[in-house]
């Protein structure tokens, strides 16, 4: 039996409304203009227009959360069962954490559901090339680390796909502590100018040569252990 969570209409609203040409776009994926849509250069079926899509060949389509559940399947279904698992729901600001072991395209998937971001700093990597992810409530401490179980060998492409969508989070991921220390909010600050390119740059990224502050790009890098 499927796992009933709830969403408020404001965040059904929220997560639905995602414009597609701009997530896409935002995560690698060339698109082509057709008309007034856009066909994406990885599936010329699929077509997107705002926060709708439409599968030609498959004769179905909708908003932006069926077009997240239809092809990042596997990360959707790992964010539903952090909802699950640590009462969450859509993070507004970092109230919500998630450290990716991969960074596939599925990670899309948790952003668009959980609203965890790189900008917003609550999107993290932590990359082993495993399809694991560990996920935090700050507000309660609260932590899970989820991942994926082994798959039957064997399978094609639409095989895999079929067996991912017939399964229930539960059945897909195996359940374990985070091991990772939950992260500190993310900080704001000062800049400088770099004295060698003249470009702007946070001051965690400034090296100081001389009386100089450089940028990471300007400042020689020192290893006298390379050789």
């Known amino acids: 039996m499927s796992t009933y969570i709830h969403f408020t209409e404001e965040q059904k609203q929220q997560a639905a409304s995602v414009d597609l040409e701009v997530f896409l776009r935002c995560h690698g994926e060339k698109l082509l203009a057709s008309g007034r849509e856009k066909r994406l250069a990885s599936d010329h079926s699929v077509t997107v227009r705002g926060n709708e899509w439409y599968d030609h060949a498959e004769g179905r389509g909708g908003h932006a959360v069926s077009f997240v559940q239809r092809f990042y399947n596997l990360s959707y279904k790992a964010a539903l069962y952090a909802m699950e698992l640590l009462k969450l729901e859509f993070s507004d ?64 492409r639409e095989e895999s796909f079929a067996y991912l969508q017939g399964k229930e989070p539960k059945e897909l991921f195996e359940v374990k502590p985070a091991v990772i220390t939950l992260p500190e909010p993310a900080r704001l600050f000062d800049s400088y100018v770099c004295d060698c390119c003249g470009e702007t740059t946070g001051a965690n990224w400034i090296r100081l040569a001389g009386d100089k502050k450089l940028c990471l790009d300007c400042y020689p890098n020192y290893n006298r252990f390379e050789v």
Not at 100 to 124: F, P, R, T, W, Y
């Open 93 to 156: 600001d970092e109230q919500v954490v998630c450290i990716s072991e991969n960074d596939a395209c599925g990670v899309d998937a948790i952003q668009a559901l959980l609203g965890c971001s790189i900008g917003k700093g609550n999107l993290l990597f932590h990359l082993r090339g495993k399809q694991a992810f560990s996920f935090y409530n700050r507000r309660t401490g609260n932590s899970v680390r989820l991942v994926l179980k082994p798959r039957p060998e064997g399978m094609s």
